[in-house]
């Protein structure tokens, strides 16, 4: 058997199938979800992938999305398509991901032994309380948090300048003494601090952007149909004020030096 390596557009072909894995998945057990962030942001751009892009993010109420772990994943799945999530204990994030097996990935500067094929991203989107300040103190320690779990993972040795090559010696061993099951439990519990079903803001607390994305309930969940490379699946009902707090005008393509993926190459098996 031998690895030839992926264009980018043949990653986002395996990553198209394994969304419509996914998204079958949820129409036949009744499960909501959204798509989200820059795949969102492609949608209603693009139609379809950002051009330079080169993963997919979902986001899925936290009720949905446990109830998502419970499926027989057998019943939907070919057998070289594997999800893994903090839940069922076989990923070292606090969320969920849908692999293809038959797909290797070598990232350059992070390395963790439970994400080595090729993913799509289905996060949960949690409780927010009423208050701006308390909601950017959540964000706030969950960013910490996740710098954190990234030092773990960090490959020493590699970096984009010498300057944070000679950081992560520093910093690594330090971020290990931690240990990364302690930061995904601190993680999955600042999540899950408020009641879903009580609450009247929502936002994705565990691999969010920040305060600005936290969205009243009611106006994210009902569901609007857009297109995605040829099919169509679900955005929020106020998916235009969604982009804009992300991203402001995002209509306006990023000049050239921002239009970055993950720094990554990915290799198919023959």
């Known amino acids: ?36 962030g820059g795949s969102l942001l492609g ?3 693009h139609k379809g992938f950002i051009p330079w892009d080169d993963d997919i993010d979902i986001l899925m109420p936290r009720p949905d999305y446990m109830r998502f772990q419970k499926i027989n994943f057998e019943k939907y799945c070919p057998s070289n398509v594997k999800v893994a999530s903090f839940e069922l204990g076989n990923l070292n994030y606090p969320f969920c991901k849908l692999f293809n ?23 949960p989107m949690d409780a927010l309380p009423n208050d701006k300040k308390k909601i950017r103190k959540i964000f706030q320690r969950s960013l910490f948090a996740r710098r954190i779990l990234k030092l773990q993972k960090a490959v020493l040795g ?3 300048s010498k300057l944070k090559i000679m950081v992560k010696y520093i910093l690594k061993p330090i971020a290990s003494l931690i240990g990364m099951n302690r930061v995904l439990h ?12 009580k609450s009247e803001l929502i936002g994705g607390i565990v691999m969010g952007y920040g305060p600005q994305e936290a969205m009243k309930k009611s106006e994210y969940i009902p569901v609007e149909k857009v297109e995605f490379e040829g099919i169509m699946v679900n955005a929020p009902k106020c998916w235009d004020y969604y982009l804009k707090s992300l991203y402001g005008n995002y209509m306006e393509l ?10 990554m190459s990915l290799w198919v098996e023959e």
């Open 43 to 45: 949608a209603v751009r």
């Open 158 to 160: 590699k970096g984009t």
């Open 101 to 123: 097996t038959n797909i290797i990935i070598d990232k350059e500067f992070v390395f963790d032994p439970t994400e080595t094929n090729l993913w799509i991203d289905i996060l």
């Open 1 to 36: 058997m031998s690895k030839r390596k992926l264009t980018l557009q043949e990653i986002h072909k395996y990553e198209l199938e394994l969304l419509k894995i996914f998204i079958e998945i949820c129409e036949k057990n009744n499960l909501k979800y959204y798509m989200a």
């Open 186 to 197: 601190y993680l999955n519990k600042l999540a899950l601090k408020y009641d879903y079903d």
């Open 254 to 263: 990023p000049p050239e030096n921002k239009r970055q993926a993950h720094i």
